[in-house]
């Protein structure tokens, strides 16, 4: 098993930065990407950037590439998500998640391991 928990969220200004960790730890070994998603209410949990262990391998989403930047750290297991020039839009909860298949994945059902979710709020 592998258990994830995230840290980092909060409420800052449209324009702002924000930093999210989630820290790994159990069988990290098994895992070979690691993803954020976000969910905002009334909408489908939406895939927002992973990164691969080994080669540090990462992919976004369009509508955060440019303000956003994924992570890690292999000693501490953790996976850092950047974000800058925050909007409203970017309002959400935010789920760090692992993957045991070492490709990305964009889809949610494609990860097998995931974090309780962290609010982060954008106001205008």
């Known amino acids: 098993q592998v258990q994830l928990v995230e840290s980092g969220g909060g409420l800052a200004q449209a324009g702002g930065s924000l930093r999210l960790s989630c820290a790994a730890s159990?069988?990290?070994?098994?895992?070979?990407?690691m993803a954020w998603f976000r969910q905002a209410p009334g909408q489908e949990r939406e895939f927002v950037s992973a990164?691969?262990?080994?080669?540090?391998?990462?992919y976004y989403t369009d509508s955060v590439k440019d303000r956003f930047a994924i992570s890690r750290d292999n000693a501490k297991n953790t996976v850092n998500l950047q974000m800058n020039s925050l909007k409203p839009e970017d309002t959400a909860v935010y789920y760090c998640?692992?993957?045991?298949?070492?490709?990305?994945?964009?889809?949610?059902?494609?990860?097998?391991?995931w974090g309780q979710g962290t609010q982060v709020t954008v106001s205008s």
């Open positions: 998640a692992a993957r045991t298949v070492p490709m990305i994945n964009t889809r949610a059902e494609q990860y097998a391991y």
């Open positions: 990164i691969t262990w080994n080669l540090g391998r990462t």
């Open positions: 159990g069988r990290t070994s098994s895992t070979y990407v």
